[in-house]
């Protein structure tokens, strides 16, 4: 459990720094540019490591592998890492970030039962005036303050917490279906207010259903 754990932390990490390294890229080159460029280091890099597993040149680990498995390689690459990372730098090139965020969450399941706990702390620069620091994603880019000079947390500095304690319970008779009860809890303050959000949720929903509410 304890390597786990590492691993877990490791791996928060290296994905927290290799997403600030594209930060800055994305601000510095064409986000379509940099993507093409990160794709080619990424079939460069699985290519050398599948030839150092498994004992082959790469020509040949090309040739051993089949049709059908490269075409889902390809379909997968094309949809979710050349449209989607080409639409995310983007966004981060004229968004921007702008929040400082560690996240925790915690999962324990001992059928019928289910615990998640999960909690975020941070600072971001929350928009005021009008001006635009990144906070609100649909506000026009012409609001931003400069299109140059900018940085993390610019605007007005809030801090805040988010939790959620989820308990969740699998029906005997359709494994697949869970019934839960939850609780979100969502605190801010800066300098001008301070706010408090507490939200209870009882509900239905499948065990295979991606939560991206948090």
């Known amino acids: 459990m304890f390597i786990g754990f590492l691993a877990a932390t490791g791996t928060l990490l290296m994905w927290s720094i290799g997403t600030y390294a594209f930060l800055r890229a994305s601000r510095g080159i064409d986000p379509g540019l940099l993507n093409r460029v990160r794709l080619l280091i990424a079939v460069g890099a699985t ?26 390689l390809g379909l997968s690459g094309v949809v979710g890492l050349t449209i989607g990372d080409l639409f995310g730098f983007t966004s981060l090139r004229i968004l921007g970030a702008n929040f400082l965020e560690v996240f925790e969450s915690h999962a324990i399941i001992k059928e019928p039962f289910s615990l998640l706990v999960e909690l975020s702390v941070g600072r971001k620069g929350t ?12 506000a026009p880019y012409t609001l931003r303050p400069s299109d140059f000079n900018i940085s993390i947390l610019q605007g007005l500095k809030t801090d805040f917490v988010r939790s959620r304690i989820k308990l969740g319970y699998f029906f005997r008779e359709k494994k697949d279906l869970e019934g839960y009860l939850e609780l979100n809890v969502r605190y801010s303050r800066n300098t001008q207010e301070k706010t408090l959000w507490l939200f209870p949720v009882i ?11 948090f």
């Not at 040149?57 to 490269?70: F, G, L, Y």
């Open 47 to 72: 290519l050398a490591k599948a030839s150092v597993t498994g004992g082959m040149w790469p020509w040949k680990v090309i040739a051993a592998t089949s049709v059908d498995a490269w075409f889902w």
């Open 203 to 213: 509900g239905i929903k499948s065990r295979f259903y991606n939560d991206y509410r």
């Open 127 to 138: 928009d005021y005036d009008i001006v635009s620091y990144g906070g609100d994603i649909l």
